[in-house]
């Protein structure tokens, strides 16, 4: 359907990519992974005719439709969030169009010819196979699986945030029902549920998906093929993300193998011609090798790329009860008056060495709650309270904002670490990828991912034993996660996290906290006891 044939594409003096070769078959489910600025997203502008390769072919057989989700909404404006979504169907509201006039001059008497009753019919049974007669139905649904309900379908788009634009932006897509779904960090901006019913939608899909994911356990359970852009070049692999990570290393042990093999005989040549380049008698063999030499391609492995490596600091021990929670409650106070109520009633103990997850739907209230038990918010009733010695670390998914987009890296960490020599700071630093130069970048030219990092950099730097964390991992991608999640097993403390990330609760929580509808539930178990106890069916999907 796709395919990329030897294709090549640079940005000035860097070249992404070269003699690079893909294919999207009728049906392929392909997550596309590899590490950020590897050329991810340039892979799909190629599909999409927004990029033309330097060298070599995008081919696209039959002229598929494509649907691309990419993390820019566009313009969004004038319209309610169901005109917006049906605006998407693009040409399958064309067609409807068409039909829809055809059909009328039918009725008032007026004949057809050969050729229009021909279209007429191929309109029809395309129209019908992309889902176009329940296209309003489809629309109200996909906008309710992704977690605007029917009391916002008439609101205009322009009062939604960017997350929520994002989640409209992707029900515009999924409309489309598209030949070809190129997706773009699909579960940004998602609550769990969200997340949930997408993999299923996903999963029903016909045809084929081309998508990037930092939700391990999203991508694991759709796609059944990975192609990996790293190295420059483009490698694919016939299993799901798992089997890519074995065979990975399997690939990269025998290409280790092959170069020291190649080294070694390379290694004897050089010594033979050494040896004999000054003799008239072997003069011919010399010639003959030198020239072979230089006809031999040199096997090159490719370096690791830099992952973070968390090492924490030594903690005091906290006293055994690290934070208590009697009867609390929080309204946030309203502009024009009034006040917005999001939990009450709440009690319960965090206990030293818990690893909690705080769960619910999105305004459920869970950054809410890390917020008062921080002291970043007052409550509106009950109280709560930290235990003896407790030290915090606290983590918001808007950190990025209250960085000085002035300073550089380095000032920034110097300033929440006035104490540290700068050969501790530059060391903390290099831990989290921001090494040499790269320290003296400026906060204000700074990725989500990079600015998470800094923020990561200043909270685990300092002794603290409890870790409260608001979606740490939003931003980083599959590897900077699993080093963060290996980080937070090491840690000798106590941590209530928010994420979405399923992979990542399931091997890190012990308790989980569910704020539903004003009230919180406490389960004593893991994530998947969890999952398992709200709903047999989540758990087991």
């Known amino acids: 359907m796709i395919k990329l044939s030897k294709t090549r594409l640079s940005y000035g003096d860097r070249c992404l990519f070269a003699n690079a070769s893909m294919l ?26 927004e990029e033309t390769p330097d060298e070599g072919q995008v081919i696209l057989e039959g002229s598929p439709v494509i649907g691309y989700f990419s993390q820019e909404t566009g313009e969004m404006a004038g319209r309610s969030v169901i005109d917006e979504v049906l605006s998407g169907a693009g040409r399958l509201a064309e067609m409807g169009r068409q039909i829809a006039e055809l059909e009328q001059r039918m009725s008032e008497g007026e004949p057809l010819s050969e050729a229009e009753m021909d279209r007429y019919g191929e309109l029809q049974m395309e129209f019908a196979h992309r889902g176009g007669y329940d296209l309003e139905n489809s629309a109200e649904s996909i906008l309710s699986g992704l977690g605007i309900g029917p009391d916002r ?43 949930l019913w997408l993999e299923e939608w996903l999963k029903q899909f016909a045809g084929a998906v081309v998508m990037t994911s930092h939700d391990r356990a999203f991508m694991t359970r759709i796609c059944t093929r990975t192609v990996e852009v790293a190295g420059g070049t483009i490698t694919t692999y016939s299993g799901d993300y798992d089997f890519y990570l074995q065979e990975r290393e399997i690939r990269r042990e025998q290409l280790i193998a092959a170069q020291r093999r190649q080294q070694a005989m390379l290694a004897k040549e050089e010594e033979f011609i050494a040896r004999f380049a000054a003799r008239a008698s072997h003069a011919a063999q010399v010639q003959s090798r030198v020239k072979n030499l230089e006809k031999i391609e040199r096997i090159v492995v490719p370096p690791d790329p830099k ?11 906290s006293g055994d009860v690290v934070a208590t929670m009697e009867d609390l409650g929080k309204a946030w106070e309203l502009p024009g008056g009034g006040s917005h109520p999001v939990f009450s009633g709440i009690s319960g103990v965090v206990e030293r060495t818990n690893r909690i997850a705080v769960t619910g739907i999105n305004g459920a209230g869970k ?6 038990l921080t002291g970043q918010t007052a409550p509106s009733q009950g109280s709560s309270q930290l235990g003896a010695g407790v030290q915090v670390g606290y983590f918001s998914q808007y950190s990025g904002d209250v960085l000085n987009p002035d300073n550089t890296i380095l000032e920034e960490v110097q300033q929440r670490l006035p104490l540290a020599p700068i050969g501790t700071i530059k060391s903390i630093l290099g831990s989290f990828q921001f090494s040499g130069d790269e320290s003296d970048k400026k906060i204000s030219v700074l990725s989500g991912g990079e600015k998470s990092r800094v923020i990561l950099a200043c909270i685990l730097a300092q002794p603290v034993n409890f870790l409260v964390l608001d979606e740490p991992t939003n931003h980083l991608d599959i590897t900077s996660r699993e080093v963060l999640l290996d980080a937070l097993q090491r840690f000798e403390g106590t941590i209530m996290i928010v994420s979405h990330d399923r992979w990542f609760l399931q091997h890190l929580v012990n308790r989980v906290f569910e704020i539903d509808h004003g009230r919180m539930r406490i389960y004593e178990g893991d994530y998947q006891y969890y999952l398992e106890a709200r709903s047999p069916a989540t758990a087991a999907s």
């Open 24 to 49: 999207v078959r009728s049906g392929d489910k392909i997550g596309l992974v590899g590490p950020n600025g590897a050329g991810k997203t340039s892979v799909f502008r190629l599909i999409t005719g």
């Open 367 to 372: 950054s809410t709650l890390l917020k008062v």
């Open 153 to 195: 379908w008439q609101d205009a788009v322009e009062t939604f945030s960017g997350g929520w634009k994002m989640r409209i932006a992707l029900a515009k897509i999924l409309l489309l029902n598209p030949d070809v779904l190129l997706i773009d960090e699909p579960t940004n901006h998602l609550d769990i549920e969200s997340i």
């Open 307 to 317: 992952t973070m490596k968390i090492e924490w600091p030594p903690i005091q021990r």
